[in-house]
């Protein structure tokens, strides 16, 4: 559970950390390398929360209780009579 949320948390953060450095550069009309270093930072952030999104949705499989061939495939247990 805790890897799941500081991904989360971390690429929020470094989102909203290189938004407001985005928005700073833009407004003071500084020098170009700034923002481009401030948009890879928000690739970053996007990658993480993208990262932890992926952790969440992954699910665990079932147990099914069953035989498994050599191919791969999964046989119930059958009855005989």
């Known amino acids: 559970m805790s890897k799941k949320v500081s991904y989360y948390v971390m690429g929020i953060l470094i989102c909203l950390f290189s938004m407001i450095g985005n928005a700073w550069n833009v407004g003071n009309g500084s020098e170009t390398s700034f923002l481009i270093i401030f948009m890879g930072l928000f690739v ?17 499989k079932e147990f099914v209780a069953g035989i498994i061939n050599l191919n791969g495939d999964r046989k119930l247990h059958e009855v005989e009579e």
Request: glycine share 12%; charged share 30%.
């Open 44 to 60: 970053l952030g996007l990658f993480f929360v993208a990262k932890g999104y992926r952790i969440v949705v992954e699910k665990k």
